[in-house]
């Protein structure tokens, strides 16, 4: 389980695929979450990606990869 702790409107974390965390982009997001304090499991082995997609959060390094195993 993790949880991303932020507030509603300044920050949001969107799930996305390897490519779009490489880039800051948004091509094939996965789950896109923006109402605040997020708890998400984690059930499968392998790479999560997440990033902010509020103006150049991302771009600034506030992504994240979790690994799984």
């Given at each position: 389980m993790v949880v991303f702790n932020y507030k509603p409107g300044l920050n949001?974390?969107?799930q996305v695929e390897k490519d779009d965390y490489d880039h800051c982009?948004?091509?094939k997001t996965l789950a896109q979450y923006f109402m605040g304090n997020t708890t998400l499991t984690l059930n499968h082995c392998g790479d999560y990606y997440f990033i902010c997609s509020v103006g150049k959060h991302c771009e600034?390094?506030?992504k994240l990869k979790i690994t799984v195993t």
């Open positions: 949001t974390v969107v982009s948004m091509k600034a390094t506030q």
